[in-house]
T-cell receptor, first 115, second 111 residues
């Protein structure tokens, strides 16, 4: 069964509004989770590393004030897209790593459309 | 900066044929992942390769890793239509758990 869930699975919002996406680790307390973005017909790009109890680490070129990440508990990380614009429309996927197997589990993804 | 290159990017093949997808990466890493993605869906884990010479097989798919050559292959044997999907390889960045993905190979298996 799924080990990482995301909510919502899809969302449509108007330009200028903010959207929050939740990522839950269902069976494992994850101190670290990851957020990726995938544009249509492209590969996945890592946006940031979400660290429980501390600030997220953002990849180069990702605006930390625009993509707010909060990892308030060992099972929940949230990504808030602030003041969304149409170019933020994308598929956002979170992941976490299994403890000793190095397996990386991905959530089902959230498709964001900004109109 | 770690770069991951996959080829081919597009692959159209007939059922019953064999083919190999290649994944090259630019810096040392001991962890390589293969994923499958169906349209509109997230990633499904296929293989995790953790050491030089690792070989794993599941059904018609077999993956191998040569860390010295910085090369992994995903071999498809006797392809069937259900294998049609996009396949990504991804490499762990220096043990950080962060993954750098290749551009993906879109596989279409024709009857």
């Amino acid at each position: 069964g799924a080990v990482v869930s995301q909510h919502p699975s899809w969302v449509i919002c108007k330009s200028g509004t903010s959207v929050k996406i939740e990522c839950r680790s269902l069976d494992f307390q994850a101190t670290t989770m990851f957020w990726y973005r995938q544009f249509p017909k492209q590969s996945l790009m890592l946006m940031a590393t979400s660290n429980e109890g501390s600030k997220a680490t953002y990849e180069q070129g990702v605006e930390k004030d625009k993509f707010l990440i909060n990892h308030a508990s060992l099972t929940l990380s949230t990504l808030t897209v602030t003041s969304a614009h149409p170019e933020d429309s994308s598929f956002y996927i979170c992941s976490r790593r299994e403890g000793v197997s190095y397996e990386q589990y991905f959530g089902p993804g959230t498709r964001l459309t900004v109109t | 900066e770690l770069k991951v290159e996959q080829n081919p990017l597009f692959l159209s093949m007939q059922e019953g044929k064999n083919y190999t997808i290649y994944c090259n990466y630019s810096t040392t890493s001991d962890r390589l992942y293969w994923y499958r993605q169906d349209p509109g869906k997230s990633l499904e884990s296929l293989f995790v390769l953790l050491s030089n010479g690792a070989v794993k097989q599941e059904g018609r798919l077999m993956a191998s890793l040569d860390t010295k050559a910085r090369l992994s292959t995903l071999h498809i044997t006797a392809a069937v239509h259900d294998l049609s999907a996009t396949y990504f390889c991804a490499v762990d960045v220096g043990g950080s758990e962060k993954l750098v993905f290749g551009k993906g190979t879109k596989l279409t298996v024709n009857p």
